[in-house]
T-cell receptor
């Protein structure tokens, strides 16, 4: 079945710092999404990125499908970036499988 | 354009009772999936509905059932509630079963 592993599990930054979150996934994954879950539980879709690189403001993501990993970059972090970041993989029309998440805390 | 809407936002039930959670998908989406997220964990897949049929199911007991209506909205029903059913229940919709998912804000269920 699909396996998704995220690292690091926890990350603490000072406001303004940059960070990289990693997601490794198994061979059966051909679609990948990154989500941000805010402290109120809302899961926000950041990127749908089966391969290549996408950017949205201070966030960008790169998926190297041939090497089975994806990276989420956060630049100039802000306190509002705090929360849990999940990557989730999907194989074809199968269910979306989530990693355990990276809990990010950005201190002022 | 309304996103995925879920109701109610919070719910407290007694062990043994039954509960129904509701979800309206994002406009233009026809596939609805339900997830359970326990505290401190990632969301776990319950089941997916497409064309009013359950097409995939995760590792959840038969106490968990669902329905999709012709307008693509969906319900999640849980019978004989257990304390361990306390969780955030998330609904996600997509353009089709293989599409990118958009999640609702969830229903936080507490079983006492």
């Amino acid at each position: 079945g699909i396996q998704v592993e995220q690292s690091p599990p926890d990350l603490i930054l000072q406001e303004g710092a940059n960070s990289t979150l990693r997601c490794n996934f198994s061979d059966s994954v051909n679609n990948l999404q990154w989500f941000h879950q805010n402290p109120w539980g809302q899961l926000i879709n950041l990127f749908y990125i089966p391969s290549g690189t996408k950017q949205n403001g201070r966030l960008s993501a790169t998926t190297v499908a041939t090497e089975r990993y994806s990276l989420l970059y956060i630049s100039s972090s802000q306190t509002t970036d705090s929360g849990v970041y999940f990557c989730a993989g999907q194989g074809g029309s199968e269910k979306l499988v989530f990693g355990k998440g990276t809990k990010l805390t950005v201190n002022p | 354009d309304a996103g995925v809407t879920q109701s109610p936002t919070h719910l407290i039930k007694t062990r043994g009772q039954q509960v129904t959670l509701r979800c309206s998908p994002k406009s233009g989406h026809d596939t609805v999936s339900w997830y359970q997220q326990a505290l401190g964990q990632g969301p776990q897949f319950i089941f997916q509905y497409y064309e009013e049929e359950e097409r995939q199911r995760g590792n959840f007991p038969d106490r968990f059932s669902g329905h999709q209506f012709p307008n693509y909205s969906s319900e999640l029903n849980v019978n004989a509630l257990l304390l361990g059913d306390s969780a955030l229940y998330l609904c996600a919709s997509s353009l089709n079963p293989a599409g990118g998912y958009t999640f609702g804000s969830g229903t936080r269920l507490t079983v006492v």
